[in-house]
């Protein structure tokens, strides 16, 4: 018999030592074929799959989902053999009986189907009567003892037990609570925003802005723009291509404290906050200056997809030197954003609500948006936050700037 094959917890990242189980994407006595991705894993910044090392049957899963790891840590182990066929016979009732699992508790061979029922209704092999050919417990066997446990009925409760028992079982039954550790994403974003409060002296200023004029554009042009380009035109190109500008006349904004200096950049990476499967992330777009309203699109629908199949790679996570949040897809009206250290400064987007405003001596009814920027007061003085605010809202109002340069 082939030695068993180790699957490893492997280096993710250069400071990286401890990750989280996220999901095993088999169970134990499946197949797997080499490079197939076997578990996912959380890290500081990311999710990750790890691929198995090589083809075999995953006998023995040694770290369960939501459990700590450390990198190099066993946790998993193939056992190498012989891939069943795909057009085997199948075996009665319809269960695979070339992938049974050997189970010395229950002395059966345990089918893979009926291993998962095990697991999702918290029982062991030998609790269950196996009816299966040699001996095999089958998935109708786990059936058949749920639904005869679903059905048999609850002994009485003692004639001696007292009221006040029974009402503190209920009491104790609809007023549960479910413990779980926090997920390394979970983690890492907490101690950030701890240590943005600790260390930096946050401040925020609000304005409102007008966007009837960039939603006539987006109305004008998204048909046009959708077919040359494939993806739809969005706010947040719009606001991407405003903060560009606006970080180009406020410096400090863009800038970060490093020590005793204060590093300027002549380059905009742009955070953009996506709500992920694990929870928000933010991935960065690089050189956004360079970048045009079609590539700002794509590359967010591409961040997007990745996050909500837990694809995001690290490094698309690291960086970034301004970052905007849009709490209005979530129906914020007004928030004031944490920074991410070490950036300076963040722009908070919220909802668009029709508001009565005074137009040229008149009162019309407008499309707003409140806007916000928390920044770093050690380094940005309110002067240039208000003006950078006001940058944001003079370009989205009137968009030609963007194409003019003014």
Known sequence: MSEAIKVEVPTVGES?????????????GDWVDSGEDLVEIETEKASVQIPAPAGGFLRKISKLNEEFAKVGDVIAIIEPGEKPAQDAPAAPNGSDATTAVPDSEAGSFVMPAAQRLLKEHGLTASQVTARGPGGRLLKEDVLAYVREQATTPQ????????????????????????IKPLSMLRRTIAARLVAAQQTAAL??????????PVMQIRK???????????VK?????????????????????????????VVY????????AIGGGKGLVVPVLRNVEQMSFADVEQTIGNFARQAGENRLQ??????????????????????????????????????????????NGN???????????????????????????????????????LFLEL
């Open 220 to 230: 004008k042009y998204k048909e046009q723009f959708l077919e040359r380009h494939g």
């Open 203 to 212: 401040l925020t200023t609000f304005n409102e802005i007008d966007m009837d």
């Open 155 to 178: 002994p009485p409760v003692p004639a001696t037990a007292s009221v006040e028992t029974s009402l503190v079982t209920n009491d104790t039954e609809l007023r549960g609570e479910e």
């Open 16 to 28: 990286i030592s401890e990750v989280q189980i996220g999901q095993w994407l088999k169970s134990e």
């Open 265 to 272: 950049r002549h380059y905009q990476d742009i955070g953009v």
């Open 314 to 359: 690290p490094t698309d996570l690291i960086g970034g030197t301004f970052t905007i949040s849009n709490g209005g897809v979530y129906g914020s009206l007004l928030s004031t954003p944490i920074v991410n250290p070490p950036q300076s400064g963040i722009l908070g987007l919220h909802s668009i609500q029709e508001r009565p405003m005074a137009v």
């Open 233 to 261: 035109l969005g706010f947040m190109s719009f606001f991407a291509k405003a903060a560009v500008e606006a970080l180009r006349r406020y410096p400090a904004v863009n800038a970060e404290i490093r020590g005793d200096d």
């Open 363 to 401: 009162v019309v009814v407008r499309p707003m948006m409140y806007v916000a920027l928390t920044y770093d007061h050690r380094i940005v003085d309110g002067r240039e936050a208000v003006g950078f605010l006001r940058t944001i809202k003079d370009v989205i109002e009137d968009p030609a700037r």
